[in-house]
């Protein structure tokens, strides 16, 4: 491979012309006739025993060029792009080809990562919340880990909402029995909210054994156009009704869904928890706040390519959590959707462009400072890579550039510098109305407080 030139275009582009010499070119044309060959019927030679120089007499010596090119460019262009010290983002466009002397000529333009600036990178400004996690709101969680704990207990009454039922029904519309509008043994949290509207109250009152009609109507957008805004009538049996009993909030609940003891412990550990969750979250919203008045700096334009690019890895990353979670091929999950592959890229369109657009700015911050990260630090996110996914260091090596890696770091710091050089003035706390103070003192005591709180 020789690269006899470099030319700069527009928007980060840029244009390299590459020379495949002959005895390169010839070892493509060799694959390519291998993998043809089979195909190839001529008088007298067996299937796919044809000789090379045979078929190239009958269909010329450009036989082989367009998969022999195919074969060539991708090795070509690697080398040429490391010779140039060039990192390109995406292939734009092969502009010219040519054979001449067995030698294979192309020019190829390569999308460049652009080098954009911010306007600013110090001093953003970004509300951070100030956290506080009530009693109020431990209790609330503690009464979520009880409804999970719940147990159902068959009573001899009629069911109201917050009872689970046992049910048999068959919808009717226009008198005909429709698809999927039976079920026997199902069970229903009535005020759940999960059968159309009217359904789960209808069977309040009822007690087991009773069998009677629901009358409802179909909601006019109803995802089965068929059955959209039409009266149908559902043939009910009910077979038993669930009182949902929830434990007692006292010890032996802590000593059951937690390691602790005695309920105070468990609240005590529960709370630490909450408040960390609530500092991280707070983070996070303040850190996306910052990133967001970050890009609203950025200067220069962002190549259409990079944001597709990021929308492809989104899906593919959906599509794999969805083949994990499920098993379901990403297609059928699609088509259950009422969605093309279109319409769901669409839906990540601001989601990459966004992503694109933080990265390029915060690589901007790490040219701008001048940011550095050591080879020490490179090592060690290695080992904690090699550590995290149980796997050999020099196997991560293998499939993790050192520089994506090490400007993923130098990334990181940006973000921290940003933060540690922003303006984040604290949300104030809410505080209730205290009972009128009556004392100069308690005045005093009352204006001292408040003053202490906003200076927090």
């Known amino acids: 491979m020789k690269l006899t030139n470099i030319e700069k ?32 019927n001529i008088p007298g030679f067996r299937k796919g025993k044809a000789p090379r120089k045979m078929i190239e007499k009958l269909y010329g010596v450009e036989v082989f060029y367009e998969d022999a090119i195919d074969h060539c460019y991708p090795t070509a262009v690697d080398a040429a792009c490391k010779e140039a010290g060039l990192e390109p983002i995406a292939y734009v466009a092969i502009t010219e080809t040519d054979v001449q002397d067995g030698e294979l000529m192309f020019k190829i333009v390569l999308q460049l990562k652009p080098e ?30 009880a409804q999970r704990n719940a147990r159902q207990v068959t009573v001899e009454r009629a069911a ?34 999960t059968f159309i509207p009217g359904f789960e109250e209808q069977i309040d009152g009822h007690v087991a054994g009773d069998e009677f009609d629901v009358e409802v109507t179909f909601p006019a957008e109803y995802q089965a156009e068929e059955l ?144 550095e990260v050591t080879e020490e630090e490179v090592e060690a996110e290695f080992a904690k890579m090699a550590e995290q996914y149980n796997m050999d260091v020099e196997a991560v090596k293998a499939q993790v550039s050192a520089a994506g890696l090490k400007m993923d770091l130098a990334v990181g710091k940006a973000t921290e510098f940003v933060k540690d050089n922003a303006k984040a003035p604290k949300a104030k706390k809410t505080r209730k109305p205290a009972a009128k103070k009556t004392t100069k003192k308690a005045e005093a005591e009352e204006v001292s407080t408040e003053k202490a709180e906003d200076n927090e």
């Open 160 to 193: 109201k909402a917050g009872d689970s039922v046992k049910i048999d029904f068959k919808g009717y519309a226009d008198g005909v029995a429709f698809e999927g509008g039976e079920a026997e043994g199902y069970e229903l949290m009535l005020g759940s909210g």
């Open 228 to 371: 959209a805004g039409k009266p149908a009538t559902f043939k009910c049996k009910l077979h038993e009704v669930h009182e949902i009993q929830l434990p007692e909030l006292d010890d032996e609940f802590a000593k059951d869904v937690s390691e602790f003891d005695t309920l105070d412990e468990y609240k005590a550990d529960l709370k630490t928890k909450m408040t960390e969750m609530a500092e991280q979250n707070a983070e996070r919203v303040f850190e996306e706040a910052l990133m967001g008045k970050l890009v609203e700096g950025l200067e220069g334009e962002v190549p259409e390519v990079m944001i597709e690019k990021e929308v492809d890895f989104i899906v593919n990353d959906y599509a794999m959590n969805i083949a994990m979670q499920s098993g379901m091929k990403f297609e059928d999950y699609l088509s259950m959707s009422g969605m093309n592959m279109d319409m769901f890229r669409a839906m990540f369109k601001a989601m990459a462009e966004t992503r694109v657009k933080t990265r390029l700015a915060l690589e901007a911050v790490v040219r701008a400072e001048n940011i």
């Open 116 to 145: 954009l600036t911010v306007k600013a990178y110090k001093g953003l400004e970004a509300e951070k919340a100030a956290v506080e996690v009530t009693d109020a709101e431990v209790l609330a969680e503690l009464t979520k880990m």
């Open 9 to 40: 275009k527009e928007n980060f582009q840029v244009e390299l012309s590459i020379t495949v010499e002959k005895d390169e070119f010839e070892a493509g044309i060799q694959v390519a006739y291998n993998k043809i060959k089979g195909t190839v």
